[in-house]
């Protein structure tokens, strides 16, 4: 519930709208799991609201650590389908990657989470406490607060547009967690719809998108849906995005052996970076099946690097964090 129908709620029972700001302060900035710890609320109100609603809380069920220091967690949701999540530190830094639906819409050939088929969409306070949770653990084995926020992990956050929506408007405010926007980075596989919207609604997060070709029969062959959201679709969208924006465009890309990994493939790429100001983010490939896609060599890789380069385009080479514990991209499936 809204701050708004909370209020209005209990003037309806004949107790101050107030009351409804301090149960709401309780939910998001408290994480209170239960009415009964709700100590600045009367006994009787308490009950009254311990019989009349219920607070779908997420557990952390299980938690992994990689030796590398990555935390992957296993979340139990309120009707127990679980989603994974990631806490990321650097020297400088704790990364949170969260997840947007349970399972994904999408059919990407190399990642995980695709095989799980989207079970449903994550609501916006299932979202929240997943950061909430992560923080906690930043805090706790880092002696520091959480410092960024990416949507990578499980699901296609532009498919679950809203609830992702309101999920970062209580990150970023005040009765929230009061992180800037600008801290949050939203990775989606390129529904040109829903990056216009997102344009439209001048949303002040980063985006991200997963290009891996810039070649359409190459791109459709390893993300199908790639047939139905076309390249050409993806650009005229990016190209609104950044007109509107004007925050450039981050493109996460693998290089596979046999699939991408010559001159054309490159120059294709740097042809679609042209368009708006962008860089690329070369991720390394994490297996996950019987070794159909393979991690491109480091020629390949070099290739890439020095056509961008002198193109003047940005590159940067993401190195796999947390692989061991199955935390690193495209491998969050619910092994556990
Ligand atoms: N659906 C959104 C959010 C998921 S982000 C999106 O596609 O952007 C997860 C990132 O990991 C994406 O860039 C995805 O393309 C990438 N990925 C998926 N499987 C991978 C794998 N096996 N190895 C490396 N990266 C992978």
């Known amino acids: 519930m809204t701050k708004e129908q ?42 009254m609201l311990e019989n009349n609603f219920v607070i779908n809380h997420i557990k952390v069920d299980q938690m992994q650590r990689s030796n590398d220091g990555t935390i992957k967690n296993a979340v139990r949701l309120h009707d127990d389908l679980v989603v994974e999540s990631v806490l990321i530190p650097t020297k400088t830094r704790s990364t949170a990657c969260v997840s947007s639906q349970v399972g ?112 359409d029969e190459t791109r459709t062959s390893i993300m199908p849906f790639n047939a139905t959201f076309s390249l050409k679709d993806l650009r005229e969208a990016l190209e609104y995005w950044y007109a509107k924006t004007k925050s450039r465009i981050t493109y996460e890309y693998v290089v596979w052996k046999g699939i991408n990994d010559t001159q054309k493939d490159a120059d294709a790429l740097v042809d679609f970076c042209r368009f708006a100001p962008s860089k690329v983010n070369l991720i390394e490939y994490n297996p996950i099946d019987d070794g159909e896609f393979q991690q491109a060599n480091d020629q390949a890789l070099n290739l890439y690097i020095n056509t961008l380069e002198r193109n003047g385009i940005t590159v940067t080479v993401r190195r796999s964090r947390g692989k061991d514990i199955d935390a690193a991209c495209g491998q969050l499936a619910n092994k556990q």
């Open 104 to 215: 994904c819409s999408l059919d990407c050939r190399f990642c995980a989470t695709a095989r799980l088929k989207r079970m449903r969409n994550l609501n916006p306070d299932e979202i929240y406490d997943q950061v909430v949770a992560i923080d906690n653990e930043s805090r706790l084995y880092f002696d520091r607060p959480l410092s960024n926020i990416v949507f990578m992990g499980m699901g296609e956050p532009l498919m679950n547009y809203n609830n992702v929506l309101k999920a970062i408007d209580m990150i970023t405010s005040s009765e929230g967690l009061g992180m800037s926007p600008r801290r949050i980075t939203v990775s989606t596989s390129g529904v040109p719809k829903m990056i216009k919207k997102m344009a439209d609604d001048e949303v002040k997060f980063k985006l991200a998108v997963s290009l891996h070709s810039a070649i």
């Open 6 to 47: 909370l209020r209005d709620f209990f003037v309806s029972q004949g107790d101050k709208a107030f009351r409804g700001n301090q149960v709401y302060e309780w939910l998001w900035q408290k994480s209170a799991h239960s009415f009964e710890g709700m100590t600045n609320i009367s006994k009787t109100t308490r009950e």
